[in-house]
């Protein structure tokens, strides 16, 4: 898992085995949850975050940096839970935003009935627990807590251990109850047998 392997490893080695255990473990727990989260929006921030809070030695321009980072990816994530997508007639993916009446895009939709692609309540749940997962990855990475919140390596273990279980298990109930039926911005697309099952199920 390269994309989460700067997350909750500590600046200093650390001799304790069972430490390294309990690392090892979250981020495992962490893996899952990532796998909820839109790529790009996971990759940019990823990207950036070292950047902007030089490595957890935070002036007070980083933290406004990182502040800024935190709260576009975060939009980011609730926004992509209101995208959709469809074929076009070239076989091509065209993406456009959920609405009442259905799907709004700039792209000629075809054949394809847009209004099966209308809000649902399920939007709603799913853009709360993908900002609530983001907000694990904020909180318990490294440079992030170096940066805001320095005193929090002395609990730090404890949250690592408890806190990505218990999102991932929380996320992984509601959206068992509220299953994802969008392809939107920053997610695979599903199959064609998937998508198909998708577009016959009551708007």
């Known amino acids: ?47 950036l975050n070292p950047v902007l809070t030089n490595d957890g030695e935070c002036s007070t321009v980083n933290k406004v940096m990182s502040s800024i980072l935190v709260a576009l990816c975060s939009f980011s994530c609730v926004f992509s839970c209101f995208t959709d997508s469809f074929k076009g007639k070239a076989g091509s993916r065209k993406y456009g935003i959920v609405t009442k009446k259905g799907l709004w895009t700039y792209a000629d939709p075809g054949s394809v009935d847009l209004s099966m692609y209308k809000l649902r309540i399920a939007d709603f749940v799913h853009a709360v627990f993908v900002v609530a997962v983001f907000g694990t990855l904020v909180l318990l990475d490294a440079n992030t807590a170096s ?40 997610y695979a697309p599903t199959s064609e047998e998937e998508e198909t099952k998708k577009d016959s199920l009551p708007a």
């Open 1 to 47: 898992m390269s994309e989460a392997s700067s997350l909750l490893i500590p600046k200093k080695n650390s001799p304790a085995s069972s430490e390294s255990m309990a690392n090892n473990k979250s981020l495992t727990g962490l893996e899952s949850l990532i796998k909820l989260l839109p790529t790009g929006t996971l990759f940019i921030y990823l990207l």
């Open 147 to 186: 940066c805001f919140y320095p005193k929090f390596r002395e609990t730090q273990k404890s949250l690592v251990m408890a806190l990505p279980p218990a999102v991932g298990f929380a996320s992984a109930a509601i959206f068992a109850l509220f299953p994802s039926k969008r392809n939107g911005l920053g």
